[in-house]
């Protein structure tokens, strides 16, 4: 049977509730699989998930947490724990880590992850930066479109953006078919400077890398970069080293050549800003329903972080996620490289 407890979850009382803090939210139902036929076997073939054995695999990570990590502040629900067993293809050991490295990365990136909420990025939402396309890919993958020219780096800072793509993340996530399929990213870097490219210096490039790869269950199938001019070389030979070989492989650089583009996604579920034949770019629906979805924000990111999740420290942290920089993000060092593109 499953055991839907949130024990470990500290929650201050209603009566001591500050402006940004919400009651405890409802113990949720039993899990209940909303996969189709068809995911259930393409989970099966791809992620070793067995629905016969599902709720005894979850109790068996509850149960690791429980004794490994006893204080840790997290969910316990069978649904959320899902996330973890399948983006680690139902490795116990695997998924444990990478749970412990979700929590670690939040706890170590307070100008990220500090009162994340839709209500906060309203202006980088308005900006275009970032949106989820209507159409999926023909894999059943969401695609997400980062536009970086639409940033003004004199209007806010570079981790503006990175909290608005880590939101559309965990909004993503909480459906079963994105925690199977997984999601594609098309980024268009048309417009891209020198000046804008640079504040994406190494520090913050192992960041969000680090966290993409090891710090959030999610799978990432394919990394299509469009319109990319020859800065992108400089800001690709940033990113490269901190890629796993497996992802790397996963990005592909199309430039202005549409058509290659549309080898990959087709036409009917692109926007007519790259060829396609499905409308023009929307950014106002899904700008809609992350504002929808800010009391669930509210209640998993702007909380007071209990003394005993001091225990998520350094050691736990993947690889590239310390919150020093070490002096490797010097601008000078960053321009450099990117000059070299020229």
């Given at each position: ?244 070989e497996k992802i790397a492989n996963r990005f592909f650089l199309h430039g202005s050549d549409l058509n290659s583009l549309h ?80």
């Amino acid at each position: 049977m499953s055991e839907e407890s949130d024990s470990l979850r500290t929650s201050p009382s209603v009566a001591s509730l500050s402006e940004n803090e919400l009651p405890p939210a409802p113990k949720p139902p039993g899990y209940v699989c909303s996969l189709t036929e068809e995911l259930v076997t393409k989970a099966r073939e791809e992620l070793q998930e067995k629905p016969e054995w599902r709720l005894r695999d979850v109790q068996a990570l509850r149960d690791m947490v429980r004794k490994e990590f006893p204080n840790l502040r997290t969910s316990l629900d069978d649904a959320f724990l899902l996330r973890f067993l399948r983006a680690r293809k139902f490795d116990y050991d695997r998924a444990l880590q990478l749970l412990i490295n979700y929590h670690s990365c939040r706890r170590s990136w307070p100008e990220v992850f500090h009162n994340l909420k839709p209500s906060a990025l309203k202006d980088v939402l308005a900006s275009g930066f970032l949106t989820v396309l209507p159409h999926t890919d023909p894999r059943g993958c969401h695609i997400l479109c980062i536009r970086p020219d639409r940033w003004i780096p004199s209007n806010y800072p570079i981790t503006e953006n990175i909290r608005v793509i880590y939101l559309t993340l965990e909004k993503l996530i909480q459906s079963e078919e994105t925690q199977v399929n997984g999601i594609v990213i098309l980024a268009d870097y048309k417009g891209v400077s020198l000046s804008k490219a640079s504040h994406f210096g190494p520090f913050i490039a192992k960041k969000v890398i680090g966290i993409l790869q090891d710090g959030f269950p999610i799978r990432i199938k394919a990394v299509h970069i469009v319109n990319e001019p020859r800065i992108f070389k400089g800001i690709f030979a940033i990113i490269k080293p901190f890629l796993k070989e497996k992802i790397a492989n996963r990005f592909f650089l199309h430039g202005s050549d549409l058509n290659s583009l549309h080898t990959n996604l087709p036409k009917s579920i692109l926007p007519k800003e790259y060829g396609g034949t499905a409308g023009e770019l929307d950014i106002a629906a899904w700008n809609a329903v992350l504002l929808a979805s800010e009391e669930d924000f509210v209640r998993e990111f702007c909380q007071p972080v209990p003394a005993c999740d001091s225990i998520l420290g350094r050691a736990l942290l993947p690889e590239g996620l310390t919150s020093d920089a070490q002096g490797d993000d010097s601008m000078r060092a960053v321009k450099s490289q990117l000059y070299s593109c020229y």
